[in-house]
C-alpha cells in the first residue's frame, strides 16, 4: 500500500489540476492587460467623425423619447443613442429639461435616431441646421 502522502496528490483521485502561472507568465499578462488599458484611454481622446448628414441643434428631453429639437416636437426613435461629450451612452431620462448643443441624424421616418453631445471645442465648428 502507498504511503499518505503519495495519494494526496493522486492525479486519480484530483483530476481538476490547476496550474499556477508563474511569475514570468503573470507579469506578462499584466503588461498585456496593461496595454489594453491604454489603447483604450487613447481612443476616448480622438476627434469624432460625425456623419456627413449630420444637422447642428439644440435637444431638450422632455419626456423619453419626446424631446425638442431647436424648439419644435419631436421623438427619439426606437434604438436610439444619445453620445455624451466622452462618448459615452448616455441615458435620456439623466438628461431631462436640459438644454443641450448636439449634432444628430434623423432616420427615414422623421425620428432622432443619432445624437452627440457636444464639448465646447466641437460646439465651435460650424454645422448645418435643420431648415437650412
Known sequence: MAPADASA???WIYTMNRC????LLRRTLLA?????????????????????????????????????????AAQLSPGSRIKGAGNLLVLPGTVVGQELLVNYTVEPHGLVHEVWILTEAEAAE????AGQ
Open 9 to 11: 496528490h493522486s492525479l
Open 20 to 23: 499556477s502561472p508563474t511569475p
Open 32 to 72: 498585456l492587460a496593461g496595454l489594453g488599458l491604454c489603447g483604450v484611454a487613447l481612443a476616448q481622446n480622438a476627434p469624432r467623425n460625425f456623419p456627413a448628414n449630420a444637422l447642428r441643434g439644440t435637444m431638450v428631453v422632455t419626456q423619453p423619447p419626446i424631446i425638442t429639437m431647436d424648439g419644435k
Open 126 to 129: 460650424k454645422r448645418k441646421r
